[in-house]
């Protein structure tokens, strides 16, 4: 049998998923704990600003410059790992093309969440960070 907390932690990333696929960022944002604490792999460009703290740090430190360096920016294949204590790990992969030079992207990716009372306390990103900075040095 599924712990409750366990079950709702799946839809609150599920549901952050589809939104970020519909390009509905205020969803996203609505997800995340005023507090949150966001962190990109070590290695990524983005990472420059880690950690992002609040929703509106991760909107203009990351989600702002990956529309204006890519034509798009897309998850696919995301599969979601049950955890304990309310974390969930998905595995990934990104699927971009680059606006500078046209460089596609097909990275595999792993985002680890921590939420607490519906709401996304935490993010770390695990990706190839080699096939993002080859891309963007291309």
């Known amino acids: 049998m599924k712990n409750q907390t366990t079950s709702i932690n799946l839809k609150v990333i599920d549901t952050l998923y589809k939104a970020f696929t519909e390009s509905d960022i205020p969803t996203?944002?609505?997800l995340m704990d005023e507090k949150i604490i966001w962190n990109e792999a070590e290695g990524n460009a983005l990472a420059n600003g880690n950690p992002y703290v609040g929703p509106e740090a991760v909107l203009n430190g990351v989600f702002i410059k990956l529309a204006e360096e890519h034509e798009y920016f897309n998850t696919k294949d995301i599969v979601l790992?049950?955890?304990y204590e309310d974390k969930v790990l998905a595995t990934l992969r990104?699927?971009?093309k680059r606006k500078d030079n046209g460089a596609l992207i097909d990275a595999q990716a792993a985002h680890f969440w921590i939420l607490?009372?519906?709401?996304i306390v935490g993010f770390q990103q695990y990706v190839d960070t080699k096939q993002l900075a080859d891309a963007a040095n291309r």
């Open 28 to 30: 996203v944002l609505e």
């Open 81 to 83: 790992h049950e955890m």
């Open 116 to 119: 607490k009372s519906g709401k």
């Open 94 to 96: 990104y699927d971009a």
